[in-house]
Structures are given as C-alpha cells and as structure tokens.
C-alpha cells in the first residue's frame, strides 16, 4: 500500500509538472519579446536611459491593459555604453529571443545590418543610421522610420532659409557643420556638400573628437575666421551643451545654431542656462507631460510604482521618444495581425508590419497621441515613412514648437537610391522589386 501511495503521488507530481510546464509554454506563446540594447552609463547615458525606460514604460502600460489584443510583451535590457563592439554582442546574446533591434546607435547600426540582414531581424534605426538604408529594396529588413539623418538635414535646410527669407536667400549663406568625429555624425557630411552645390550656399565642415568637450578651437575658426551665418550643431551627449557655451562666450546668437535631434533635450540646455535661450533644434515628435498617452502612463504606470525611470524624468525629450517608437512599433504588431492572425509574431511577420505602416491622423487621435506623433505610411520601397521633421526652441524654460518643414523629398530620395545602388553592387545584392 505504502508503495503504491508513493507511486500514487510521484504520479500527481509529475502529472502536475507537466501541466505547469504546458501553462509555462502557453504563457511564452503569449509572449512577444524584445531585446533592449541601452546605454544607462556613460557620456551618451541620458539618450539611452530615456530612450529605453519610456519604451519600457509604454509596454508595461500595454500590459497593465491586457497587451497588444491579448499578446503581452516581454523585455530584457543589454548595456551597450554606446561601444559598437558590446552593441554586437548584446545583439548576439539576444537575437535568439527578439524580433527586432533598436541598436540607439550608427555605429552598432552600421554593425548590425549585414548580421540582421543575414538572420533576418528587424533593425529599426529611428531617426538614425544609415540614410540610404530608407531604400527597402536594397536594405528589407533596415528601418529609418521615421525619417533618415539626410531628410532631415534637407528640411533643416528649408527652415534655415525659411528664417532667411526664402530658398533664394540660402545663396552665398554659410554654413558651418560641428560635428563629432564618429560614424554618427560624419553622416550627413555628403549630403550637405551636394546640397550646397545645388542651391548655393556655402558649408565648412568642423570636426571635434570625442568626448568632443574642448571646442574652443572649432568655434574661433567658426566665429572669427569663416564667420558663419549659422551653425549646425552634430555633437551628442555631454557635447551638445559645449557650442551653446562657447557661442555665448564669442558673442554669436543662439538662434542660429541649429540642433540635430540628438543635441535637442533638456539634458543638452540646462546646463548651459542663458546661453541656451533662443537655440533651435529638430525633432520629430512632441514634448512635455500634455498628451493622453503620456497623462495614462503617469496614471496607472507611475501610480501603480511600476516606472522604469525618474518620474521627473517623464515627459522628457529622450523619454517620449521611446514612448514614440513603442506606439509605432506597436502599429506595426497590429499591422501584422491583421494579416497573419493575433500570434506571437516572427520576423518576417513585424517586417511585414513595419514596411505596411498607415498611421493615419485620425489612428494617432485614438491612441491618445494628437499633437505627439505626425502620420507615418512605409512601403515595400520606403522604409522611413515620415512626413515632416518638427523643429523647437528652448525658451529659457522649456522646449516650444517652432514649426515644421517637409524634407527635400525628390532631391534627398534621388541621393539614397544612388548611394542603396552603388552598396548593392558592392555587397552582390539584387534589389527586390517593390512594383
């Protein structure tokens, strides 16, 4: 008897083992991860910190709610410190798991793309990267949405000009280039030089090298020697702050400097106090705690303790930028649904939904988003999708909207298909046809 209540009972366990494993597996299925490649550390930290804890936010918001039509998602971060070389290997630990790839860097983007290429993962370099990459025939599974670095340095054009007085007025202007001497901000370089020859202006190029926090020398060329009309400020991190310093100290305005969206957050102005007031730079999504997504998130994520970052931190540039490529990313998971069925989704599947975005004006309304986010439709062929790049101003107090240009499209798309032909060649790729 005794023996056979032992065998009675391992029976039950392992009966009960079973079923907790089935419930196990049955809760993965229901799981759609992403790996986080972040940088919480270092010079750069306050674009990775941001960045990563607003997207963590807005999925824990969707959680709270019962996921994405029942999915819930799943995360796990990987500190890169913005190296490329931990950036691959974060991408190596995680690409078994995750989907998609957010690399928050040109380097580790430029890294990843023939890896994710050859794995077929989703590397989505928002606003970032690569420019020629927005060609989805060349690069399928490579993502600028919203819009690449050459796009927005022609709508950066527009509104110089549109503060000068008209496109006319760019001839004989000049324009001085800062940039920090990375992968990241020798990306534009070409572009501005074509452009330059195309509607007369005149730009210099200044490169500072990293940490690119002496720029003493770069601003008496800027300021004394060329004196430029305006300055483009290419820096990141702990650089941004150094031109509106050194600016000030030389007497040249601050508005007329103008930002890449990277050198755009309050982290890069408050330090730089009344030297800032007045300094423009890009974005391409709005500011602040006044949107209902952002009202929810404080509400039922903040109020339940379950944020990923400093609650003053909420609202933020870098911290609504997450937020931002979690809704979009998550358009794309619906996208994707709708077609493939509600499923965990492979690979192929979210580039399915990414290259098929429609995010209309009135969809942004019902996502609590107007105002925060502008329409975004990708193609087969476009893989940015974006129609407008933002521009703001720092008002001595906080980020207000100054206006928004529409990239130079036939000009900046005529340079990304030559640049996509001439990498297929050189990489033996045939181009897919996205009639």
């Given at each position: 008897?005794?023996?056979?209540?032992?065998?009675?009972?391992?029976?039950?366990?392992?009966?009960?083992?079973?079923?907790?494993?089935?419930?196990?597996?049955?809760?993965?299925e229901?799981?759609?991860?992403?790996?986080?490649?972040?940088?919480?550390?270092?010079p750069?930290?306050p674009?990775?910190?941001?960045?990563?804890?607003?997207?963590?936010d807005?999925?824990?918001?969707?959680n709270?709610?019962?996921?994405?039509?029942?999915?819930?998602?799943?995360?796990?971060?990987?500190?890169?410190?913005?190296n490329?070389?931990?950036?691959?290997?974060?991408?190596?630990?995680?690409?078994?798991?995750?989907?998609?790839f957010?690399?928050?860097?040109?380097?580790?983007?430029?890294?990843?793309?023939?890896?994710?290429?050859?794995?077929?993962?989703?590397?989505?370099?928002?606003?970032y990267?690569?420019?020629?990459?927005?060609?989805?025939s060349?690069?399928?599974?490579?993502?600028t949405t919203?819009?690449?670095?050459?796009?927005?340095?022609?709508?950066?054009?527009?509104?110089?000009?549109?503060?000068?007085?008209?496109?006319?007025?760019?001839?004989?202007?000049?324009?001085?280039?800062?940039?920090?001497?990375?992968p990241?901000?020798?990306?534009?370089?070409?572009?501005?030089?074509?452009?330059?020859?195309?509607?007369?202006?005149?730009?210099?190029?200044?490169?500072v090298?990293?940490?690119a926090?002496?720029?003493?020398?770069?601003?008496?060329d800027i300021?004394?020697?060329?004196?430029?009309?305006?300055?483009?400020n290419?820096?990141?991190?702990?650089?941004?702050?150094?031109?509106?310093?050194?600016?000030?100290?030389l007497?040249f305005?601050?508005?007329?400097?103008?930002?890449?969206?990277?050198?755009?957050?309050?982290?890069?102005v408050?330090?730089?106090?009344?030297?800032?007031?007045?300094?423009?730079?890009?974005?391409?999504?709005?500011?602040?705690?006044?949107?209902?997504?952002?009202?929810?998130?404080?509400?039922k994520?903040?109020g339940?303790?379950?944020?990923?970052?400093?609650?003053?931190?909420?609202?933020?540039?870098?911290?609504?930028?997450?937020?931002?490529?979690?809704?979009?990313?998550?358009?794309?998971?619906?996208?994707?649904?709708?077609?493939?069925?509600?499923?965990?989704?492979?690979?192929?599947e979210?580039?399915?939904?990414m290259?098929?975005?429609?995010?209309?004006?009135e969809r942004?309304?019902?996502?609590?988003?107007?105002?925060?986010m502008?329409?975004?439709?990708?193609?087969?062929?476009?893989?940015?999708?974006?129609?407008?790049?933002?521009?703001?101003?720092?008002?001595?107090e906080?980020?207000?909207?100054?206006?928004?240009?529409?990239?130079?499209?036939?000009?900046?798309?005529?340079?990304?298909?030559?640049?996509?032909?001439?990498?297929?060649?050189?990489?033996?790729?045939?181009?897919?046809?996205?009639?």
């Amino acid at each position: 008897m005794r023996r056979k209540l032992i065998i009675t009972l391992f029976a039950l366990v392992l009966v009960g083992g079973l079923v907790l494993a089935s419930g196990s597996a049955l809760a993965q299925e229901k799981t759609q991860f992403f790996g986080i490649l972040i940088y919480r550390t270092g010079p750069y930290a306050p674009g990775g910190s941001g960045f990563g804890s607003g997207w963590e936010d807005f999925m824990q918001l969707r959680n709270m709610q019962g996921g994405v039509n029942g999915i819930q998602y799943a995360w796990e971060e990987c500190e890169t410190a913005y190296n490329t070389a931990r950036g691959v290997e974060c991408y190596e630990r995680l690409k078994d798991k995750s989907i998609l790839f957010h690399p928050l860097s040109t380097g580790i983007t430029y890294a990843l793309i023939p890896r994710g290429t050859k794995e077929e993962k989703v590397i989505w370099s928002s606003g970032y990267g690569r420019a020629d990459a927005s060609d989805g025939s060349v690069f399928p599974w490579v993502f600028t949405t919203p819009t690449s670095y050459w796009s927005q340095n022609s709508a950066k054009i527009r509104f110089i000009a549109d503060k000068m007085g008209g496109m006319d007025k760019l001839k004989g202007l000049k324009i001085a280039n800062l940039f920090i001497d990375i992968p990241y901000g020798q990306e534009t370089k070409p572009l501005l030089d074509t452009m330059s020859q195309k509607y007369g202006f005149e730009v210099k190029h200044f490169p500072v090298a990293p940490p690119a926090i002496d720029q003493k020398a770069q601003w008496m060329d800027i300021v004394r020697r060329y004196k430029a009309d305006w300055v483009i400020n290419r820096n990141w991190g702990v650089s941004c702050t150094v031109p509106l310093k050194e600016a000030a100290r030389l007497g040249f305005p601050a508005d007329r400097i103008l930002g890449v969206w990277w050198c755009g957050s309050e982290e890069d102005v408050l330090p730089a106090g009344p030297a800032a007031k007045g300094y423009y730079s890009a974005n391409w999504h709005g500011v602040g705690r006044n949107f209902p997504l952002i009202q929810e998130i404080i509400d039922k994520v903040y109020g339940a303790m379950k944020g990923h970052i400093s609650f003053t931190r909420v609202g933020t540039v870098y911290y609504n930028r997450g937020v931002w490529a979690g809704l979009v990313g998550e358009e794309a998971i619906r996208t994707a649904h709708k077609k493939f069925g509600v499923k965990v989704l492979s690979s192929e599947e979210l580039r399915w939904g990414m290259e098929n975005l429609d995010i209309t004006a009135e969809r942004i309304k019902e996502l609590g988003a107007e105002g925060f986010m502008a329409p975004i439709k990708t193609s087969c062929e476009n893989h940015e999708g974006g129609r407008a790049v933002l521009f703001q101003q720092w008002d001595g107090e906080k980020w207000a909207s100054a206006g928004q240009f529409e990239p130079i499209s036939d000009f900046v798309w005529a340079e990304i298909k030559a640049s996509a032909a001439k990498y297929a060649q050189e990489q033996n790729i045939t181009p897919r046809d996205c009639k």
